[in-house]
């Protein structure tokens, strides 16, 4: 099961972009593969950041993430609904 996007970024569901931002960005630079070679665990959790991050940086996605969780998100990203 996924985790909550906005636990993966460590921030509050009313966080404006500029919190999601720096959030995903010291999350980056933790865990980014180049930074931590052979990490598998590492390389997981920065994919699982960035999948976060480029969720809640869209306002369409967002809305959608918090209305439906991740099958909204799945919805939309396929143009469903």
Do not use: C
């Amino acid at each position: 099961m996924k985790r909550d996007y906005y636990d993966i970024l460590g921030i509050q569901r009313n966080a404006d972009g500029n919190a999601i931002k720096k959030a995903y960005r010291q999350l980056a630079l933790r865990y980014h593969p180049d930074r931590n070679p052979d990490d598998p665990e590492s390389e997981e959790k920065f994919k699982e950041a960035t999948e976060a991050y480029e969720v809640l940086r869209d306002s369409e996605m967002r809305t959608l993430y918090d209305r439906y969780g991740h099958d909204g998100v799945k919805a939309g990203a396929r143009g469903g609904g």
